[in-house]
């Protein structure tokens, strides 16, 4: 157990107890623990939420399972994101009305983690009574303790210490049974983009040992049936610096695990972007056909304000290199616009570089002050209706792109795996991700047809600048293609009038 936290070192190990009359008990020190509820708001990156991942699976441990009804919750926890001021705003006033419930509801246990708690969490503890704990991205692996220190009566607490260990070392902890996995390879960020909070909130950079992340992989593969796997960070392609390892190096390794299909990762940094990692984006099979890279801006002077480290020119270089090893890869970005003084020819910039890189979509963003950050030391005279009429032309614009750019997929087949369902208009549809990270959506079969996690073929029919429709061609079931081969069963059979056979003859199936 992590020491220096201020945490109780006595006998704090979990373990079954007994069974109740309501299931079994956990003792855990001098506690004991009945089955009990928690409920947890995420907000953020893919980090936070696969930090929450982790946080419920160590919770199991301690006898709470998640609910999705705040009013049955015995412990509630956030976990906070502070890269701009709308997800702040929002945990604050999420936080303020719980003051009601737990003054309702005696024994109520309120926690806050996340990047707001890294560095305002002593401050929220103070401000806010009914708060109990609050704690940083950095122990979540101590949840357990810091739970435990609540219900043991301690005063309220705020832990907020880095993990001052030389390695990341780390595995994965998920239970919920899905064949999608997301795997922490590196944390912090050493980059100091002149905006953002994240080398604050998430401290320097440090990766995990690429045997240890490959063991990790193939463990979920084996055990947990795990079958297309994330690998994150806050600057992924930054991995394995310190160990002289790389990231090229990890996916080819990847690549090789049997029965694990599909390879995802994000977010990379443009200066971190290797002639050896454009090359694995050709060669590997697994290797998904997307890359998140996140540009900011479309002008030279701008990304030099952020402190970027790249200019326009290497990132335009970059793209064209990776569209040719891999013509099929699909790049999306982020964008700030109404960066500190921002000046009228340099958001015309940015504009330009839209119609330049063609983006398949783009996440953008008015500029947010964060405290801590250099650019907040910056005077800044743009005005929040200047920044705000930017960000809504930029992303008019950014979507005409997209409108044009996805008429090109109709007729257009894709293998993807189904990830859910929902009702669009009053129709009951399923839909899936593809390789090249579109989302895809087809009507079933039949009303009650359950494509939950099946591999399917299908066709796109109709496009618009944020979905595709799509016919659905083919139902592998939960056995990917490949392994029909493989074992020489016969294919399962087209669906209705879909014409051809198309999995040898499509390039944008991906193959397995
Ligand atoms: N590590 C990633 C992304 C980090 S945060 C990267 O380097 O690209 C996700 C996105 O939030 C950023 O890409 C950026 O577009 C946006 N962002 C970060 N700080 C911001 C701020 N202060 N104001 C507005 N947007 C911000
Ligand atoms: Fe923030 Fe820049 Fe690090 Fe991304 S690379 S997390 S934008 S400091
Ligand atoms: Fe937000 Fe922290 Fe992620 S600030 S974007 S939750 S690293």
Request: hydrophobic content about 35%; glycine content about 8%; aromatic content about 8%.
């Amino acid at each position: 157990m992590a020491t220096g936290l201020g945490i109780r070192q006595s006998e704090v190990h979990e373990r079954v107890l007994a069974n109740g009359p309501n299931g079994s008990i956990v003792k855990m020190g001098e506690l004991e623990f009945p089955p009990r509820k928690v409920w947890m708001k995420t907000f953020g990156c893919q980090m936070n939420y696969h930090d929450s991942e982790r946080i419920l699976s160590h919770l199991k441990d301690l006898n709470f399972f998640q609910t999705d009804e705040l009013n049955e919750a015995d412990l509630v926890l956030f976990n906070t994101c502070a890269v701009r001021d709308l997800a702040n705003s929002k945990f604050y006033g999420q936080l303020a009305e719980l003051k009601q419930l737990k003054k309702s509801k005696g024994g109520l246990v309120i926690g806050v983690g996340g990047c707001v708690a890294q560095t305002e969490g002593k401050e929220l503890v103070k401000r806010y009574q009914h708060l109990d704990f609050a704690f940083g991205p950095d122990v979540i692996d101590c949840i357990n303790d810091m739970v435990y220190r609540t219900y043991a009566g301690d005063s309220k607490f705020a832990i907020n210490s880095w993990d001052r260990s030389d390695n990341f070392s780390i595995e994965t902890k998920i239970t919920h049974g899905l064949p999608q996995a997301f795997i922490n390879i590196i944390k912090g960020c050493d980059k100091y983009c002149s905006y953002c909070i994240v080398p604050y909130t998430r401290g320097k950079e440090k990766s995990r040992k690429l045997q240890e992340v490959v063991t990790d992989a193939r463990k979920l593969v084996e055990y947990q049936g795990i079958q297309e796997i994330t690998l994150l960070g806050q600057n992924v392609n930054s991995y394995g610096k310190e160990n002289k390892e790389t990231l090229a190096a990890l996916l080819g390794e990847l690549d090789q695990i049997r029965g694990l299909e599909l390879i995802r990762y994000t977010t990379s940094h443009p200066y971190d972007v290797s002639d050896e990692l454009i090359a694995a984006h050709g060669s590997l099979k697994k290797l998904s056909k997307h890359l998140h890279l996140p540009v900011q801006s479309g002008s030279n002077s701008v990304l030099e304000r952020m402190l970027r480290e790249y200019s326009v020119e290497h990132y335009l270089n970059l793209l064209a290199k990776l569209r040719k090893v891999q013509p099929e890869i699909v790049i999306t970005t982020d964008i700030i616009v109404g960066f500190v003084n921002e000046t009228e020819a340099e958001f015309q910039d940015t504009l330009k570089l839209l119609d330049m890189a063609q983006f398949d979509f783009s996440y953008s963003y008015v500029y947010s002050q964060r405290n801590h950050t250099r650019s907040a030391k910056m005077d800044d005279t743009l005005t929040a209706e200047i920044k705000g009429e930017r960000l809504r032309y930029l992303q008019k614009y950014q979507l005409d792109i997209q409108q044009k750019l996805r008429q090109s997929l109709i007729g257009q087949r894709f293998l993807m795996l189904v990830e859910g369902h929902g009702n669009m208009r009053g129709i009951k549809k399923w839909r899936g991700r593809t390789s090249c990270n579109r989302i895809v959506h087809f009507i079933p079969q039949t009303e009650d047809a359950d494509y939950q996690w099946h591999w399917v073929e299908v066709e796109v029919t109709s496009a618009t600048s944020l979905s595709c429709q799509g016919k659905l061609l083919r139902d592998y079931g939960k056995r990917p293609p490949h392994l029909w081969r493989t074992y020489g069963e016969q294919l399962p059979p087209l669906v209705g009038d879909s014409g051809p056979a198309v999995d040898q003859s499509c390039p944008t199936i991906t193959p397995l």
